[in-house]
C-alpha cells in the first residue's frame, strides 16, 4: 500500500514538474500583457485630447480698472471623462487666442480660477484678461483720461473682441486643449 501511495506522488510529481515550464510561461505572458495593458491605458499620450472639455460661451463683461481695462470671459465647462478634472495654474496651462490672420497669439496677464470639475459634470469657469490701453495691440490708442469716457471704454473692448475668433485654452500637464468659442459677437 506504501508502495502504491510513493509511486502515485511520484507520478504526481512528475506531472507537476512537466507542467511548470507551461504554469510559468503563461504567467509571465499574462503579467507582461498587464503590464503593457497598464501602460497603454494610464500613460499619457503623445497627443492632444481636444474632446476631454467641451466649453460653451455663456457671458462675457469688460470694465476700467485703473490704468487697464479687465474683459472677464465665462464658459460653462462640461468634463466628458470618466475622471474629474482640474483646470491647472498658469504656470502648466495658457490661454490663446485666435486672430484674424489664421493663427494664435498668447494672452498676456490672464488669471482664472484652477476649477475642478467632476465626472461627466458641467461647471462654470471665468478667464479674466486685463489689457493696458497704451501698449494693447493692435491698438494703443485709449489715454487716461479716454478710459475713463464709457464710449472710448466701450469702442477699444469692441475693437479687441472683433479681431478675437475665440480662444484655446492649453493644458501642458493632461495635453488637453479645450475650445472656447466666441460668442461675444
Known sequence: MN?????????SETQRRRHWPLIAACSVAFLLALIGWNRAHWAPSDSWDPGAIQAKFTDMTFQAQEREVHLVFRYALTNTTRRAYRIPPPAVGVLMTRIPEGGMHQMESVQWDPVVIPAGKTVNAQFGVALDPL??????DLSADELQQ???????????????????????QKRYSIELPQGWE
Do not use: I, K
Not at 501698449?135 to 494703443?140: D, L
Open 135 to 140: 501698449t494693447a495691440e493692435p491698438y494703443p
Open 3 to 11: 508502495d502504491q501511495r510513493n509511486s502515485e506522488t511520484a507520478g
Open 150 to 172: 464709457q464710449d472710448s471704454l466701450n469702442d477699444f473692448a469692441h475693437r479687441h473682441l472683433a479681431r478675437m475668433r475665440g480662444m484655446v485654452f492649453f493644458d501642458y
